[in-house]
Nanobody, 119 residues
Framework: QVQLEESGGGLVQPGGSLRLSCAVP????????WGWYRQAPGKRRELVAR???????LIADSVKGRFTISRDEAKDTVHLQMNSLKFEDTAVYLC?????????????WGPGTQVTVSS
């Protein structure tokens, strides 16, 4: 199955920044919505931020004011800019691509990229 391609994870100190990228392979036809999720060990997967093709953006309360999501239409890439990172932001971050403005079991996912916030 074709997957989205995340990059940009890594190890960062508290207060630092990282920029994650999610590239959509050319083999995937036009998507309508992209989302960044995260899953920490022992915790449920949660939505971090979402952007629709019409530009509408949703940011989770837990990261509001620190994270932003954007889309480069020309490169078919979605970015998650993460600033003022905290220990509790440590997780595997996954990108999700949806055909419509609602999620479904047929959505595309990436394998995930690890973000570790540690001093």
């Amino acid at each position: 199955q074709v997957q989205l391609e995340e990059s940009g994870g890594g190890l960062v100190q508290p207060g630092g920044s990282l920029r994650l990228s999610c590239a959509v392979p050319g083999s995937i036809p036009s998507l309508a919505m992209w989302g960044w999720y995260r899953q920490a060990p022992g915790k449920r997967r949660e939505l971090v931020a979402r952007i629709r093709k019409d530009g509408q953006i949703l940011i989770a309360d837990s990261v509001k004011g620190r994270f932003t999501i954007s889309r480069d239409e020309a490169k078919d890439t979605v970015h998650l800019q993460m600033n003022s990172l905290k220990f509790e932001d440590t997780a595997v971050y996954l990108c999700r691509g949806s055909w419509a403005y609602s999620v479904s079991d047929s959505d595309y996912w990436g394998p995930g990229t690890q973000v570790t916030v540690s001093s």
